[in-house]
C-alpha cells in the first residue's frame, strides 16, 4: 500500500505561482511514475505532468497545454515530486491530485487526497 500527502495548494491571483509536493510513502517507490493529474469542477480528471522512470533516470511528460507553464521535479529517492505551476490563470483552478503509477502487466494507480487550487482573476 501507499500513502500520499499532497501540500501547496491554496488561492493565487491570475498571474501568480504555486508548487505543489506530494511525498509518499509505504514502500520502494524509486521505479515507478509519479505525477499529477487535476480535476475541475464539473469536469472528468485531466492528465498534467508525469514523472516517468526509466533506467537512465527520471523522464517527464506534460499535457500539451500546461507544459509552457508548468514544471515537475522528482527527488532521487523517488519517494516525492513537485509541481511548479507558474502564470496561472482562472481555468487551472481545480483539484490537483498525485497518482503514484505502477506500470506492469496489471497496472495500479495509487491517488493522493488532492489539494484544491484556486486561481482568481
Known amino acids: 500500500q501507499v500513502q500520499m500527502v499532497e501540500s501547496g495548494g491554496g488561492v493565487v491571483q491570475a498571474g501568480g505561482s504555486l508548487r505543489l509536493s506530494c511525498v509518499a510513502s509505504?514502500?520502494?517507490?524509486?521505479?515507478?511514475?509519479m505525477g499529477w493529474y487535476r480535476q475541475a469542477q464539473g469536469k472528468e480528471r485531466e492528465f498534467v505532468a508525469m514523472?516517468?522512470?526509466?533506467?537512465?533516470?527520471?523522464?517527464?511528460d506534460y499535457d500539451d497545454c500546461a507544459q509552457d507553464r508548468v514544471t515537475i521535479s522528482r527527488e532521487n529517492a523517488g519517494n516525492a515530486t513537485y509541481l511548479e505551476m507558474n502564470r496561472l490563470k482562472a481555468e487551472d483552478t481545480a483539484i490537483y491530485y498525485c497518482?503514484?503509477?505502477?506500470?506492469?502487466?496489471?497496472?495500479?494507480?495509487?491517488w493522493g487526497q488532492g489539494t484544491q487550487v484556486t486561481v482568481s482573476s
Open positions: 497518482d503514484v503509477h505502477m506500470p506492469g502487466t496489471v497496472p495500479v494507480d495509487y
Open positions: 509505504g514502500r520502494t517507490l524509486v521505479n515507478v511514475d
Open positions: 514523472t516517468r522512470w526509466t533506467w537512465r533516470g527520471y523522464t517527464s
